[in-house]
């Protein structure tokens, strides 16, 4: 692992959240970097000095006034009926040279995206990739996602294990 990575994850491995194999990465890569060995020694210093602090009170009742002073302060206007989106209603109230252009980008989206698709139908699927896609796709950051994460999820996207346990 490169400094850079290391130092990204060192929060997550003074707190015991990596997963056991980049743990296992980070500890090899400590045991050979003072700089980075010397980053985790600050870590632990600053945490030791911000659990030591005394926490800052707040006045009673001081949830209270700033709840009500937000609630006076809104905007009328934010409460009316323009708060959902009506798409006949923004339609009518824009000039025609704006509706033309609206128009105009749908059908060129439209346009573009038939022809970059084009050939997407005709593809037979491809077998399941033969690297892991955390090296080919540089997703390091996601090889130590917990259990039922949306990152574990994504992973399994791009993998193409479709549902299939690891």
Same mark, same amino acid.
């Given at each position: 692992?490169?400094?850079?990575?290391?130092?990204?994850?060192?929060?997550?491995?003074?707190?015991?959240?990596?997963? *056991?194999?980049?743990?296992?990465?980070?500890?090899e890569?400590?045991?050979?970097?003072?700089?980075?060995?010397?980053?985790?020694?600050?870590?632990?210093?600053l945490?030791?000095?911000?659990?030591?602090?005394?926490?800052?009170?707040?006045?009673?009742?001081?949830?209270?006034?700033?709840?009500?002073?937000?609630?006076?302060?809104?905007?009328?206007?934010?409460?009316?009926?323009?708060?959902?989106?009506?798409?006949?209603?923004?339609?009518?109230?824009?000039?025609?040279?704006?509706?033309?252009?609206?128009?105009?980008?749908?059908?060129?989206?439209?346009?573009?995206?038939?022809l970059?698709?084009?050939?997407?139908?005709?593809?037979a699927?491809?077998?399941?990739?033969?690297?892991?896609?955390?090296?080919?796709?540089?997703?390091?950051?996601?090889?130590?996602? *917990?259990?039922?994460?949306?990152?574990?999820?994504?992973?399994?996207?791009?993998?193409?294990?479709?549902?299939?346990d690891?």
């Amino acid at each position: 692992m490169h400094c850079k990575h290391v130092q990204r994850k060192l929060d997550a491995y003074e707190s015991d959240e990596l997963a *056991p194999q980049v743990r296992r990465l980070v500890d090899e890569h400590l045991r050979s970097c003072e700089r980075c060995g010397q980053a985790l020694r600050r870590l632990r210093k600053l945490k030791g000095v911000l659990e030591a602090a005394p926490g800052a009170s707040l006045p009673a009742g001081f949830a209270e006034r700033v709840v009500q002073k937000a609630r006076r302060r809104r905007p009328a206007a934010a409460v009316s009926s323009h708060s959902t989106l009506n798409p006949l209603r923004w339609w009518q109230d824009n000039p025609a040279g704006i509706r033309v252009a609206a128009a105009a980008s749908v059908a060129i989206g439209l346009a573009v995206g038939g022809l970059l698709g084009a050939n997407t139908w005709s593809k037979a699927p491809q077998e399941k990739p033969s690297a892991d896609p955390v090296s080919i796709y540089n997703l390091d950051y996601l090889g130590d996602a *917990p259990s039922g994460s949306l990152a574990e999820s994504y992973l399994a996207l791009v993998s193409g294990r479709n549902g299939e346990d690891k």
